[in-house]
């Protein structure tokens, strides 16, 4: 079974920078599509960006388009958000989660791996 643990996050000033970091253990994840949701103190998770496995298609919500970048690296069983010019808005805790199966689009509905999430605070 794969498990997912989130690093990177902390406390940083707007317009700051962030790399976070998913590392997967236990399987494999170069057969999955991945993703990074974030929820804020107060409301619940939200989707941010996705990634196919093979890492030449991206998708990313409006919240996210423009600030934050999906990539991935296989070999290392990593994926990662890096986040710029970022927001006291941004202030959650972030996730990353994959899909029940290999070869499927992570959605919303369908993420069954998470991990513990990595806290990022943006000062103002």
């Known amino acids: 079974q794969v498990q997912l643990v989130e690093s990177g996050g902390g406390l940083v000033q707007a317009g700051g920078s962030l790399r976070l970091s998913c590392t997967a253990s236990?399987?494999?994840?170069?057969?999955?599509?991945m993703g990074w949701f974030r929820q804020l103190p107060g409301k619940e998770r939200e989707f941010l960006a996705t990634?196919?496995?093979?890492?030449?298609?991206?998708t990313y919500a409006g919240s996210a388009k423009g600030r934050f970048t999906i990539s991935r690296d296989n070999a290392e069983n990593t994926v990662y958000l890096q986040m710029n010019n970022l927001k006291p808005e941004d202030t959650a805790v972030y996730y990353c989660?994959?899909?029940?199966?290999?070869?499927?689009?992570?959605?919303?509905?369908?993420?069954?791996?998470w991990g513990q999430g990595t806290q990022v605070t943006v000062s103002s």
């Open positions: 990634i196919s496995w093979g890492g030449d298609h991206t």
């Open positions: 236990g399987g494999t994840i170069s057969t999955y599509f």
């Open positions: 989660a994959a899909p029940s199966q290999p070869k499927i689009i992570l959605t919303r509905t369908n993420a069954e791996y």
